[in-house]
């Protein structure tokens, strides 16, 4: 007698020799493989400025402010997650007094990690790191990274927004801004800020190692060079980028632009700083690099600023990739898509890239760029914010995936499931295997508060694809029919296609009806 299983796949073999489907337009196209996962446990209070990384075997650690009132100074806490999303282990306080803020970490190859922060104390800032074991047991108290004085003309110095990188052996290199108002001899009473960019690197072991670098090199005068970011190279050398905001006093206008710039392993210079934005930046430059030296720096861009740095309608975020020597790869590229009609008669301003923009380069030279937007005009009272006109509800968290050479895998990505209210200051970190992982903050239930959530993609996989070749086909359905029969076995993450806990008859059909190319919406088990 013949089976079903056998009548099944004499069909799905006939469609296969005669069905051409064109799916070059979504080969490796991000797959969520996670739902939405909120990272804190204790949901009182407010969770704020999270930051995430993970070692190539999927691992990952989020780092986060929390507050019990939003107003109260902050402590820092973190949490530790398997490959799979679920959590190892409770939440860690990883600063123990309150007054610290905007964490970042750094994973090993290894799975130790560490955590720097600011801390604020009787009107002073300090950078403090704490280093951790694999698993979570604190190796030590936490340790100063900087080193007074802080910023040289000036008091009070204003140390913050610090950043951490990794280098192959294990040792790290920790990047800050120092700032401070000083006295205007342009306009008699008047004050404006200047800051510079410093860095130290520290020891695997967790000792500083030698005295703070001067990493920022541009601008001068009424210029403030902040906001740092910072990844390796593959042999301990490194590359920076901050933003450099100067004030004009003719024109009562702040211009802000990203800059650039290599050093050495042993934290010495190789390049002057470059201009990498070509327009009036408004958020903070990224940067991560590739196992070959090549980096890519994402940022936030607005069509002008005015004197009190709010965008004007038309933000964007552009990308731009370099090869390891640093020489420039690319005009830089748009990277989040336009927004659709439907505001003034025309397109819908949007502030994309405003709040925060991170980006993250896999080994082989694949990227992804994040970003949260949402909608924001100008008129004649001021500001009009408007619901965003993707998330539908304030602000959203978005990603969008890029090949090594710069070819976008699809359009953008709405991050977040749930869309009420605002999300914001979204982090991601590569995972290896071809995924990655996004944290950011939203809004609670009940709106009292806010909680850290974090989400896991996939690229190089499709909804779907049971052979792995990066297309949907009939001899995925066969995958799907053999998993559901008994006679192979297909992961739920891939041939799960309606969500249903297994893989079933009802699966392969759906396979098959994409892979004909009827109309159909594969939905794939979050994993």
Known sequence: MTSARTVAAVFVSVLAAIVTVDVSAVLAAPLARSAELRVNAESAGFQQRPAVAASSAGDFVVVWNHSPDGAAAPAVRARRFAASGVAIGSELQVSETAAHARPDVVVTESGRFLVVWKQRES??????????????AAAGTAFRVDVDPGYPCCEPDDKHAPRVMTSPDASFVVAWSSSAYVDSDYFEGYSYRVGTVFGRRVSSDGAPVGAELVLSDSGSGYTERELPDLAAGTQGEFVVVWSDSSFYFTTLSTYTYGYVRRFGATGSPTTAGARVSNGYQVSPVAVDTDAAGGFVVAWGLCDQQNYYGLPAPGCEVQARRFDAGGTVVDDAFRVSTPSGDGYAGGSLPTDAGYRGVDVGVADDGEFVVVWAAGGIARDSGGLTYYPGSHDGSGFGVFARVFSSDGISLGEELRVNEHTTGSQAGASVAMAGSGRFIVTWEGPEPDGQGSDVFVRIFGTGERCG??????????????????????????????????????????????????????PVTLTCSAC
């Open 123 to 136: 009107g002073q800032s300090r950078i403090m790191a704490r280093r951790y074991q694999s698993d979570g």
């Open 465 to 518: 694809d049971g052979s792995g070749d990066g297309q949907v086909s009939a001899t995925d359905a066969l995958i799907a029919l053999d998993s559901a029969v008994g006679s192979g076995a297909c992961d739920p993450c891939l041939c799960d296609v309606d969500r249903s806990g297994g893989v079933t008859a009802t699966d392969a059909l759906l396979v098959l009806r994409e892979a004909v190319g009827q």
